[in-house]
């Protein structure tokens, strides 16, 4: 290469520079590793169950003024009594009917290792929320597709943590319950019998939404230069926010669950919000995680025994202020809420003790980079006693092939070997590769390379890297021949 005197490069006749152009030219091509990105971050997306509404609330209470006998996490105390503040709540202005993006989120009460946790979840949303709007993806209360958004994101920070919550705005899990709480106020009889065939008949595209979103939430990492093990994708389902009949302070007769309790239900729409609405949609994301290789976090018995009006909680009040050990988890339906809040956007979803709890639940996944999860609580603990079971192993660690080239040589004769990593036909960096105690890593296309002079015997070269499964090739090298 050589500088004419207007200044301007030429290349003249070297084929060396021209080489040295096609490399750099190579090297700039490859997608940027995470590594290289901005700071480390974690991202939750979905509906309302993640974005934090109802973290106004820290429990439930009968009182209608004051702070609600503590419950009210909104109120700011002055000379003449609260200023209700839902701003210092929910945050950057989401407060209801908005993204209820509270400050105790999920995402946000989670123990994380990484610099940033962001949650671009929202209240009311449904799977074509999660789309790019380059394929059928809507703008929601005034903001693009939530994978637009990530889109961004995943440009600016290295993502290593991305959490979704989506479906139940598919099946209409607000309008089957307020149909059941109307249902039991007026009267007019049980409602699960009448709600269950409408949620059978939706049930096969909700799924298909869900499969869809996390196939777009894939495109977008992948168009940022994200390999599918440069971050954990996990899927969760829904708490149970009521209790069983059997374990109702309340009976079915009488005014108490409407108006004390908030769990205005007949004994089969208790059952069947406590375990037949939530086991369905359990039953059918986890079919999703396994079909499109996410990892799966069950929360349907997350809140066991602290939903609302649950005999193994209570109401706080004054003499009785609210606790994580005494009080319930998730918000009520009813007239004392609707009193209080002056809104019936939050009731039946996790308050800010349940968003805690269910942060801890993301805690522990966190250190468990294979196999899905279910999280419970444990009886007489607070949101910190939150334990793991796990309920399959699936999805496993990453596979990794392994090519070796050459696989056989002469004994003391110098040999260059070259290798190569390969995932589900992508190339993996960062591997260490070693043979005959010598450890070389693979660069960015998934390559390295190490010159050695071997005994006469066979050798086993070993690829590992965490998350993926050690695969090994055996390379012999032979007698010379006389």
Request: positive net charge; glycine residues 12%.
């Amino acid at each position: 290469m050589r500088t004419d005197g207007g200044g301007e490069v030429s290349l003249g006749k070297g084929r060396g520079a021209l080489a040295l152009i096609v490399a750099v030219l190579a090297v700039l091509s490859l997608p940027m590793p995470a590594a290289a990105r901005g700071p480390t971050a974690a991202v939750s997306l979905g509906d309302s169950f993640i974005s934090g509404q109802a973290g106004r609330w820290q429990g439930n209470s009968t009182d209608s003024s004051g702070d609600r006998g503590g419950t009210d996490r909104a109120c700011v105390a002055t000379p003449f009594g609260c200023r209700y503040d839902t701003g210092r709540i929910y945050l950057g202005g989401t407060q209801p009917p908005g993204c209820a993006r509270s400050d105790v989120a999920e995402i946000l009460s989670a123990s994380l290792r990484v610099q940033e946790r962001i949650n671009i979840a929202c209240s009311g949303a449904t799977t074509d929320k999660i789309f790019r709007a380059s394929n059928g993806g809507r703008a929601f209360k005034g903001e693009p597709p939530q994978a637009d958004q990530l889109a961004r994101i995943a440009r600016e920070r290295t993502v290593k943590l991305v959490v979704l919550s989506i479906g139940g705005n598919d099946i209409g899990f607000a309008e089957v319950a307020t149909a059941c709480a109307v249902g039991y106020v007026t009267r007019a009889g049980p409602c699960a019998g009448r709600q269950r065939p409408g949620i059978d008949a939706k049930l096969p595209a909700a799924m298909r939404g869900v499969a869809k979103a996390i196939g777009e939430i894939r495109a977008v990492m992948r168009s940022a230069g994200y390999r599918p093990w440069h971050y954990r994708f996990v899927l969760q389902s829904y708490p149970a926010t009521f209790p069983r009949a059997a374990e109702s302070r309340y009976p079915e007769a009488g005014l108490q669950r409407s108006t004390v309790g908030g769990c205005p239900f007949y004994d089969s729409d208790l059952n069947f919000a406590r375990d037949e609405l939530p086991g369905a949609l359990d039953a059918n994301l986890k079919g999703v995680a396994f079909a499109t290789g996410v990892q799966f976090l069950s929360l349907r018995d997350a809140l066991q025994g602290r939903e609302v009006c649950s005999r193994s909680a209570s109401l706080a009040t004054r003499a009785n202020p609210p606790s994580p050990v005494t009080s319930e988890w998730s918000r009520a339906i009813g007239l004392g809420p609707i009193l209080q809040g002056r809104t019936i956007d939050e009731e039946a979803h996790p308050n800010a003790y349940g968003q805690r709890a269910l942060g801890r639940c993301l805690t522990l996944l966190f250190s468990r980079a294979t196999s899905s999860w279910g999280c419970k609580n444990t009886p007489g603990k607070g949101t910190d006693g939150m334990v793991l079971s796990r309920v399959s192993h699936f999805p496993r660690r990453f596979r990794m092939s392994l090519k070796v080239s050459p696989r056989r040589t002469v004994a003391g004769r110098r040999t260059c070997f070259r290798f190569r990593v390969l995932s589900s036909g992508q190339p993996v960096e960062g591997v260490t590769v070693g043979l005959a105690g010598r450890r070389v890593r693979t660069d960015g296309r998934g390559r390295a390379r190490r010159c050695l002079r071997l005994r006469a015997r066979s050798y086993r070269a070993r690829a590992r890297r965490s998350g993926f499964s050690t695969v090994s090739v055996i390379v012999t090298a032979r007698r010379p021949t006389r």
